[in-house]
């Protein structure tokens, strides 16, 4: 037989799309061409495979060899396919049985002696056999990424050697066994000396999933509190620990799988990209929106951030997903993330402190906020002032408050309020959704109006005060929306009051 045909996966987006290697033997001269789209890496697989085949003490065909990656209008990158094209050139040339790979799927990157490499992307690839109905070989060091999926058999070997004694002689391969975690202990709220009302806001923060921001002067424990919003949150569920880790596994520095069910917590530095914020490039990868999908994203400096780079959060911020669009395809990344950001309140930092300090006129203030465009301020739920605090409310143990793991017994029992109720959190609700889970009676809307008129606030800013209230009431266990709970909700639109 001339013709073998090996199952591999490629990689776009977040998914792993199935891909038929086939290898055709036929005479004429020596060579060896690979179609079906290939780029230069899946191209130069040619040369690995022929090295690790010959150190591996195995005939290399003296044949016209074609191997074909199927579909062909898929575009295929990396070396994920050298253990495939390797093991159809065996199995073609009738040194590996054909009925040995049937259920099979392989992925992995050769090196010239035969060793099997780790290749980015495992956990889709594995997620996709299982649904498959097949069994997946991969190298050693993916064996534990892979193993996250419980829904199929992986196998795992070190060398080519093994995955051909396997094939041909029936010797047992390892198997994949996820790694055994300890959870990492997350920064405490407990540390946070003082700021009553931010730390309530990043209870009700967490709670509803609203997106939230600090502003105060520096030193004032933005930061610290910021770093804290991720231990407030519930451990992760399953799925979405798997959508996590799948997006974390295609990233430039993959994914560690001792970080399993940890909700991620993302800051990247103010001079990032829009493509690194984003995700993007020739080969889309996922920006740091994606990457702290079902986590936390904080964004320090907020208007020291390029305005490009602030403006494409808007629509993920809204949708909770991002197309990266180019010529030849494009991919869908999922970006459901919480936003986090801290800013200064004027150029010097000391706008509003009661020693005066402040340097800026009220021109340069007002130059220094309108970095971020009202359109992307809108979106914030909850803009809270971070006051800077006396010496006497600094000192060990002065002011110490509730430590992360009680609010979070609330935050995860207001949470469960809404899932029961809507079957989402807050933050998420659509117009008619907020319009049934979140009415008022007639003394309240009035206040609402009022405040809405009075404060300038456009309808996104209305709906939004809706959920935060509503999310409130949830911490209070109250079946309805009460004023205290509105009231509340309507001042943390602080930033949008006119002057």
């Known amino acids: ?29 020596p060579s060896m061409s690979i179609v079906g789209l290939p780029e230069a890496a899946v191209r130069e697989s040619k040369d690995r495979v022929r090295a690790a085949l010959q150190c591996a003490q195995f005939e290399f065909p003296a044949r016209r060899i074609t191997v074909n990656l199927a579909p062909a209008d898929l575009p295929k990158d990396g070396g994920r396919f050298d253990l495939p094209i390797a093991v159809g050139l065996l199995a073609a040339s009738g040194q590996l049985p054909l009925d040995a790979l049937d259920g099979l799927e392989f992925i992995g990157e050769l090196g010239l002696t035969g060793m099997l490499r780790p290749v980015d992307g ?83 923060a967490a709670a509803g999933a609203h997106h939230l921001l600090l502003v105060g002067p520096p030193g004032c424990g933005k930061t610290l509190l910021a770093s804290r919003l991720a231990g407030l949150l519930p451990p992760a569920s399953e799925a979405e ?29 103010h001079s990032a990209s829009a493509v690194a914020l984003i995700g993007g490039g020739s080969r889309p990868r996922p920006g740091e929106v994606s990457l702290a999908h079902h986590g936390v994203l904080f964004m320090d400096e907020l208007p020291e951030w390029s305005r490009h780079a602030l403006e494409t959060l808007r629509e993920p911020l809204e949708s909770g997903t991002v197309t990266v669009s180019r010529a030849a395809h494009s991919a869908e990344f999922p970006a459901r993330f919480q936003l986090v950001a801290a800013m200064n309140p004027c150029p010097c930092g000391w706008a509003g402190d009661p020693d005066g300090r402040c340097s800026c006129g009220g021109d340069a203030v ?62 998420r609700l659509g117009q008619a959704e907020t319009d049934r889970h979140c009415q008022l009676d007639g003394a309240d809307q009035r206040l609402l109006e009022r405040a809405v008129d009075a404060m300038r606030l456009s309808a996104r800013s209305m709906q939004r005060i809706l959920r935060m209230a509503r999310t409130i009431a949830d911490l209070d266990a109250a079946e309805s929306i009460a004023t205290p709970h509105l009231a509340e909700a309507i001042g943390y639109r602080t930033l949008e009051r006119p002057a």
Not at 124 to 153: C, F, W
């Open 1 to 29: 037989m001339n013709l073998a045909l090996v199952h591999g996966r490629a990689r776009s987006g977040v998914r792993a799309p199935a891909v038929r290697v086939e290898v055709h033997l036929a005479g004429g001269l």
């Open 122 to 204: 495992v956990l889709p690839a594995a997620l996709a056999a299982a649904e498959a109905g097949r069994r997946l070989v991969v190298p050693a060091d993916n064996g534990a990424e892979a193993a996250l999926s419980a829904g199929t058999e992986v196998l795992t070997a070190h060398t080519l050697l093994e995955v051909c004694a396997y094939l041909q002689q029936g010797k047992p391969l390892a198997r994949a066994t996820p790694p055994l975690r300890q959870p990492a202990a997350l920064p405490d709220l407990a540390d946070v000396r003082g700021q009553a009302q931010a730390r309530r806001a990043l209870e009700v």
């Open 241 to 269: 620990a798997l959508e996590s880790a799948s997006i974390a596994s295609i990233g430039s520095r993959g994914f560690d799988p001792a970080c399993w069910r940890q909700r991620p917590f993302r800051a990247p530095h």
């Open 366 to 427: 007002r130059r220094y906020r309108a970095r971020i465009s009202g359109p992307l301020m809108d979106r914030i739920d909850l803009h809270v002032a971070v006051p800077r605090l006396p010496p006497a409310e600094l000192r060990p143990h002065a002011g110490r408050g509730e430590s992360s793991s009680v609010v979070q017994v609330r935050v995860a029992a207001a949470r469960q309020r809404q899932l029961d109720r809507c079957g989402q959190l807050n933050a």
